[in-house]
């Protein structure tokens, strides 16, 4: 297998064009805050109650960790593989297809997410304003669909400047309504007389280690994305300068934007037990603090804006998958139509193209073969995209660990502790996240996602002991 540093390079237009603002953008979105923050709390809750601001708020330290070895690596070795290309790098080019293949199983099904999450949202909008006669889930998925398949092979400027439209509306209309809940709340027009903010932030002693770390998937799962812009390596202006700033910059945003929204949804909701189970249940955090503190218009207001952050994030996860997509085949198969760009170099549009077809063709497998709700996809995709995304963020933590032994910065031996902390952190989320085996769909899915990461070594394998027995005849 050839290294990807070997591999014919792309067309001049494909390496250069974006730049700091559009990167931002593809990041931003890649997050998508505003779906995350409407679907997300709600699982950590069950396992930590109210704590769920401290979840993210530590979520915010180890993703720094990891994106200081995204960083390292961007830094050293930017290609369109992202993880495919950095582990290939240092542990060899099985290793990196294997964390590759990951990372692209990881943002295929984010693209489910994003085009789910669209159906969803559009959906209840539609009750609320049709009740009678309206379009079921399965239409409006399609629909989403068909769209972020349109922007996705337009040039990448124009489809990075909806993402940053889209998504960057949304989280100024969150921060206000947030900031304008906690106002209420300490004026006295909070569901409870007594605000004790420090008390989302000490854990109770009842809270287990376990707990945490199945809260922390979540965490790990909102701010998945923040990486995409890694598989821009070969089309950002100065990638070495602009990635790793790019890729601190939003998780640090990220994170206290997560941290002051979750603060107000669980003041909003309530830390005594009946706002808890009534926030683990909410469909929508977000529309239903506006319904609360401000009416139905705010609401809805809030829904319609998640439904078009579930655009962006299933966009950008289009982007980012057909490009290590296309990274994968310029190696393993160069004359491919997948490792082929668009006429003007700007694109791989069979890539997407596929992408999105497979994310649809997962979605449909899993409403019309395994029966599934209109809202399971949403959860089973997502649990499929963070137990990948785990995966490879676990060896490229470990591939920067290995770039700083093998070259030992000068009075920076310290650092060798950033890539330590941070895979012994995803690999504890991952393990409890496995054991003890959960039950349904749950208990399967892990599984699913094994042979996912291990099919491409597998076929290498077969077609190695095929050419094997070829030349002994």
């Known amino acids: 297998m050839k290294s990807p540093q070997k591999t014919q390079q792309p067309s001049r237009s494909f390496l250069q064009g974006l730049g700091l603002k559009e990167a ?48 390292r690596l961007a830094s050293k070795y930017p290609n369109a593989g992202s993880a495919y290309g950095f582990v290939s790098s240092v542990m060899g080019s099985k290793a990196g297809l294997f964390a590759g293949w990951a990372l692209f199983g990881t943002y295929l099904s984010f693209v489910m997410v994003g085009i789910a999450g669209f159906g969803l949202f559009r959906s209840d909008l539609a009750d609320k304003f049709h009740p009678l006669h309206h379009p079921s889930v399965f239409f409006f998925t399609m629909v989403g669909a068909v769209i972020v398949a349109i922007l996705s092979i337009t040039a990448t400027r124009r489809a990075v400047l909806a993402l940053i439209t889209l998504e ?32 989302l932030f000490v854990p109770a002693p009842g809270i287990t280690p376990s707990a945490i770390g199945l809260a922390l998937s ?52 309530g830390t005594d037990p009946a706002g808890m189970a009534h926030f683990a249940a909410s469909d929508s955090l977000l529309g239903g603090l506006g319904s609360h503190y401000f009416g139905a218009w705010c609401g809805d207001l809030m829904d319609l804006l998640a439904t078009c952050s579930a655009l962006g994030c299933g966009l950008a996860a289009v982007l980012a998958a057909s490009r290590v997509l296309f990274a994968i085949m310029r190696v393993l198969a160069p004359a491919s139509p997948l490792a082929r760009l668009s006429g003007t170099g700007a694109t791989p549009v069979y890539a997407s193209l596929l992408v999105i077809a497979m994310a649809f063709a997962g979605y449909a497998l899993m409403r019309i073969v395994f029966h599934a709700s209109g809202s399971d996809p949403f959860f089973w995709a997502s649990t499929m995209g963070a137990l990948g995304l785990l995966v490879a963020y676990l060896l490229v933590v470990v591939s920067a660990a290995i770039s700083l032994i093998r070259v030992p910065e000068v009075q920076g031996g310290w650092k060798i502790v950033i890539p330590c902390v941070a895979a012994f952190s995803i690999a504890y989320t991952i393990w409890v996240n496995v054991y003890p085996v959960q039950s349904g769909a749950y208990g399967v899915i892990p599984w699913i996602v094994v042979v996912w990461c291990l099919l491409p070594l597998l076929i290498l394998q077969g077609r190695s002991m095929i050419q094997v027995r070829k030349s002994s005849l």
């Open 24 to 71: 931002l953008g593809v990041s931003v979105a890649g997050m998508g805050p505003t779906l995350a923050m409407n679907l997300n709390p709600q699982e950590p809750s069950k396992h930590v109650g109210h704590l769920v601001p401290l979840i993210f708020a530590m979520s915010t330290l180890l993703l720094l960790m990891v994106a200081w070895c995204f960083g």
């Open 168 to 199: 960057g509306i949304a989280v100024i209309a969150m921060l206000i309504l947030s900031v304008s809940v906690i106002w209420k709340i300490f004026h006295g027009m909070g569901p409870q007389g007594d605000v004790s903010v420090s008390a």
């Open 218 to 269: 979540f965490g790990f799962l909102s701010f998945a994305g923040f990486e995409e812009v890694a598989t821009l390596g070969e089309e950002v202006k100065q990638p070495r300068f602009t990635i790793p700033r790019v890729l601190f910059g939003t998780v640090i945003g990220g994170g206290l934007v997560y941290t002051l929204v979750t603060t107000a949804e669980v003041l909003g909701f």
